[in-house]
T-cell receptor
Framework: AQSVTQPDIHITVSEGASLELRCNYS??????LFWYVQSPGQGLQLLLK??????LVQGIKGFEAEFKRSQSSFNLRKPSVHWSDAAEYFC????????????FGTGTRLQVFP | DGGITQSPKYLFRKEGQNVTLSCEQN?????MYWYRQDPGQGLRLIYY???????QKGDIAEGYSVSREKKESFPLTVTSAQKNPTAFYLC????????????FGSGTRLTVV
């Protein structure tokens, strides 16, 4: 079955510290992978996406993610976290085709301490 | 600017009532989606539509209905058959096959009173 797992429900970091949010997927076909960010009471904003090519992708707000096929992972990273990064982060997997449906993980809530 | 507009932002429903959530996009996107978000459960797909006058059930369609009479509009009706409708509802759209990822609206929070 197709699925996305975000093992960390809640992560707390200090401002300026590095960040890594984990995402593991199970998908039969070649996956297309996404990271979204959601501020409280708002919709989701696309941070970055991976379709093919270079396995390290750069996104907005200084985020990057690395696709590792052997580990079925697509972890999100940021070298230095800012207080404004506090939000909920969702990993999603899908494929281009008939439906363009995405499967979302359950999210990781990031808290940033000054 | 192009985008997706969801209205209202907050909606209250009495027991036994049907309510309709609006979703309008001016992005010329082909496909539109409705997701339900509950704490700790991520986003679950309710219905989606790839073309006008056609739509398919998602994973949790029971108690919901939709229509797609215009490309720009994809309203969701939460019927009285939905026993636990209190949630945050998100509408999304995508240009079919483009692979750019979804564009999301800002959501509607529905509360049963």
């Amino acid at each position: 079955a197709q699925s996305v797992t975000q093992p960390d429900i809640h992560i707390t970091v200090s401002e300026g510290a590095s960040l890594e949010l984990r995402c593991n997927y199970s998908y039969g076909a070649t996956p297309y992978l996404f990271w979204y960010v959601q501020s409280p009471g708002q919709g989701l904003q696309l941070l970055l996406k991976y379709f093919s090519g270079d396995t390290l992708v750069q996104g907005i707000k200084g985020f990057e993610a690395e696709f590792k096929r052997s580990q079925s992972s697509f972890n999100l990273r940021k070298p230095s976290v800012h207080w404004s990064d506090a939000a909920e982060y969702f990993c999603a997997v899908g494929s281009l085709g008939n439906t363009d449906k995405l499967i979302f993980g359950t999210g990781t809530r990031l808290q940033v301490f000054p | 600017d192009g985008g997706i507009t969801q209205s209202p932002k907050y909606l209250f429903r009495k027991e036994g009532q049907n309510v309709t959530l609006s979703c309008e996009q001016n992005l010329n996107h082909d496909a539109m989606y409705w997701y339900r978000q509950d704490p700790g459960q991520g986003l679950r797909l309710i219905y989606y539509s790839q073309i006008v006058n056609d739509f398919q059930k998602g994973d949790i369609a029971e108690g919901y209905s939709v229509s797609r009479e215009k490309k720009e509009s994809f309203p969701l009706t939460v019927t009285s058959a939905q026993k636990n409708p209190t949630a945050f509802y998100l509408c999304a759209s995508i240009r079919k096959g483009a692979g750019y990822g979804y564009t999301f609206g800002s959501g509607t929070r529905l509360t049963v009173v």
